[in-house]
């Protein structure tokens, strides 16, 4: 698992205080640029550094429950 | 050699990386022979990738322009093919598997009507976070949530003195049920039909969950009209605070009352 990826993970098992946040960055083995994304809370940054996809869609409903029901309502 | 009666367990990751995922959900994952996830963050992802490098991500499944029942039918399908080939699979969607989610409640019935055992773990979702986010307590004056485009689809009840929630709001109004995103113009036409029942300035709520420890969840207030320019996205979730206070059924209050009288006299009778 990467440095990163544990660290989050750990932050959301346990709440961390704020004022003790830029410390546990700078004690983290990750590069300076995942460091400076870390401590931005730059999101969009990590993902791209740590490899994830650019985008994600992830709607898993549909607002009708077959193709019966989508054809009435474009009839 | 007998073969293992294959089974489908679908669980939730929640939405926070880290924090919402229960041990049983967590078991799971971990004892499955194949894992299938669904996601809301790339970096959620990756967490979940790193707990099962095998796991197979069902993002492939979608296509802009592919119509999205047809991604949901392709997703249950390839998790009951494993299920039949006898293996124990597990699909992880993110939030809770069963609320606003149509595919892991296919994809338990179909494994069951097929005769294999099949249970869903529930997780922590976006309304929960929701809840606890914006302080809003279900109870406090009722609360409606519809999928934003069936609520302009058909002809519902709104009740503007209680909570409405409406989810997907970025595909509001997409009947083609293909796009990644839809606009202005249909949100024009959702803002028209909540006139009806609420104020053109009436106060409003774009909601997100945060998916990482890190970030904060997306709380951003704005007059009903806003939200037809705004930035709504498929994470963004539409709050509609009540616009009137409740109102009194007196006719029904009356026959409580009657109901008490008689009860109370009966009670009498018999003492």
């Not at chain 2, 007998?2 to 990386?17: A, D, F, K, R, Y």
């Not at chain 2, 492939?60 to 322009?65: I, L, W």
Request: net charge negative; hydrophobic share 45%.
């Amino acid at each position: 698992m990467s440095n990163v990826i544990r660290f989050l993970e750990s932050m959301g098992r346990q709440p961390m205080p704020s004022q003790g946040y830029a410390a546990s960055v700078a004690a983290l083995d990750v590069q300076a640029a995942q460091q400076r994304a870390l401590l931005d809370r730059d999101q969009v940054a990590l993902n791209a550094m740590l490899g994830g996809r650019s985008q994600v869609f992830f709607g898993v409903l549909a607002p009708v429950e077959d193709e019966e029901d989508l054809e009435a309502l474009a009839a | 050699m007998i073969q293992q009666q294959g089974t489908l367990s679908v669980v939730g990751l929640g939405m926070m990386l880290g924090a919402h995922l229960s041990p049983r959900s967590r078991s799971h994952i971990e004892q499955a022979d194949v894992v299938f996830a669904l996601v809301s963050d790339p970096l959620v992802e990756l967490w979940v990738q790193d707990m099962r490098p095998d796991m197979r991500s069902l993002q492939p499944y979608y296509r802009e322009g592919k119509v999205r029942l047809d991604s949901y039918r392709e997703m249950v399908e390839a998790m009951l093919a494993e299920v039949r080939a006898g293996k124990r699979v597990c699909g992880i969607f993110y939030g809770h598997p069963g609320v606003f989610a149509m595919v892991p409640h296919k994809a338990v019935a179909g494994a069951k009507a097929e005769g294999y055992d099949a249970v869903m773990e529930p997780g922590i979702s976006a309304e929960d976070c929701l809840y606890a986010d914006l302080g809003i307590d279900p109870g406090t004056y009722g609360c409606a949530h519809f999928e934003a485009s069936q609520f302009m689809f058909y002809q519902r009840r709104i009740d503007p003195s209680a909570y409405l929630i409406l989810w997907q709001i970025g595909l509001a109004g997409d009947r083609s049920l293909s796009r990644f995103a839809t606009g202005a113009d249909y949100r024009r036409l959702l803002v028209e039909l909540l006139s009806a029942d609420y104020p053109a300035d009436h106060e409003v709520i774009a909601y997100e969950a945060a998916t990482l420890p890190i970030t904060e969840p997306r709380l951003e207030r704005m007059p009903l009209t806003s939200i037809i320019d705004a930035d709504l996205r498929l994470q963004t979730t539409l709050v509609i605070p009540p616009a009137r206070p409740m109102q009194r059924n007196q006719a029904m209050l009356d026959r409580l009352a009657e109901v008490d009288h008689r009860m109370q006299a009966e009670a009498a009778v018999a003492g």
